[in-house]
T-cell receptor, first 112, second 113 residues
Framework: DVKVTQSSRYLVKRTGEKVFLECVQDMDHENMFWYRQDPGLGLRLIYF???????EKGDIPEGYSVSREKKERFSLILESASTNQTSMYLCASSPQGGQGYTFGSGTRLTVV | GENVEQHPSTLSVQEGDSAVIKCTYSDSASNYFPWYKQELGKGPQLIIDIRSNVGEKKDQRIAVTLNKTAKHFSLHITETQPEDSAVYFCAASYKAAGNKLTFGGGTRVLVKP
């Protein structure tokens, strides 16, 4: 089974801090995605990557950046955390050409 | 881009009854329609999917139907059980858009014993 592991389940950070959310997958998937989940809004795509060193903006990239230095690892960076970035963050991966995602368990981030 | 709408946002059913969740999509190029179930404290898990060349697909107590002309698809759960209580998400994608999934807003299903 594909495993997508997110490094933290719960995180509390202060406004203005730089925040790193880490995601690692163990099945050699080319595609990786970061979504945020908010009640009533479903899952919204922040950034995605089709290969190492590649990144593309999703629907809501403002205030975020990403890094993919290795195939298995995709990091989401909040350059200067703000309270409106309090949310559940979900990482997912899928094989090249594949359409089904495997999700991690999520990181619930609270910015105070 | 694609837009997916999902209804209802909450659904309460008696154990043993059926539950139906409906989604509409906007982009006629979409050709892949998965459904995910998210239990408390977990990430979404794929439970069933359908491609545009198929009108219906069943897997035990769950089924999905697709109407490409009307651009809507539905999830049907029969003989609901308490363990079906969860949040369900529909989604749509197509290869030309890089297989990025666009999700509906989610439906919280509560099965009352």
């Amino acid at each position: 089974d594909v495993k997508v592991t997110q490094s933290s389940r719960y995180l509390v950070k202060r406004t203005g801090e730089k925040v790193f959310l880490e995601c690692v997958q163990d099945m050699d998937h080319e595609n990786m995605f970061w979504y945020r989940q908010d009640p009533g809004l479903g899952l919204r795509l922040i950034y995605f990557s089709y290969d190492v060193k590649m990144k593309e903006k999703g629907d809501i990239p403002e205030g975020y950046s990403v890094s993919r230095e290795k195939k298995e690892r995709f990091s989401l960076i909040l350059e200067s955390a703000s309270t409106n970035q309090t949310s559940m963050y979900l990482c997912a991966s899928s094989p090249q050409g594949g359409q089904g995602y495997t999700f991690g368990s999520g990181t619930r981030l609270t910015v105070v | 881009g694609e837009n997916v709408e999902q209804h209802p946002s909450t659904l309460s059913v008696q154990e043993g009854d059926s539950a139906v969740i409906k989604c509409t999509y906007s982009d006629s190029a979409s050709n892949y329609f998965p459904w995910y179930k998210q239990e408390l404290g977990k990430g979404p898990q794929l439970i069933i999917d359908i491609r545009s060349n198929v009108g219906e697909k069943k897997d035990q107590r769950i089924a999905v139907t697709l109407n490409k002309t009307a651009k809507h698809f539905s999830l049907h759960i029969t003989e609901t059980q308490p363990e079906d209580s969860a949040v369900y998400f529909c989604a749509a994608s197509y290869k030309a858009a890089g297989n990025k999934l666009t999700f509906g807003g989610g439906t919280r299903v509560l099965v009352k014993p």
